[in-house]
């Protein structure tokens, strides 16, 4: 009788600490989720040295074409 009386209370014990710690568990796989997702976006939100490359690439040709034009200006201006 007292072996059945501490196997319930064993039991009752394991059983709290398991529903406690899966909601623990729960809530850290809640978190990693977000974490993910958090990188994520952040993620999206930066530039990669690739497209600052790039972007910088094209702000060269467009001031280059831009100073292409105004000498060009200048030139019919100033022979006329």
Known sequence: MEMMVWNII????VALMGFFLRG???ELE??????NK??????REHITRAEMNAVVE???DRF?????????KLDTSHRG
């Open 10 to 13: 064993l039991s009752a014990v």
């Open 24 to 26: 623990r568990m729960d």
């Open 30 to 35: 809640r978190l990693g989720i977000l974490l």
């Open 38 to 43: 958090t990188r994520e976006e952040i993620a």
């Open 58 to 60: 094209r702000l060269g």
């Open 64 to 72: 280059d074409r831009a100073i292409e034009r105004l000498e060009a």
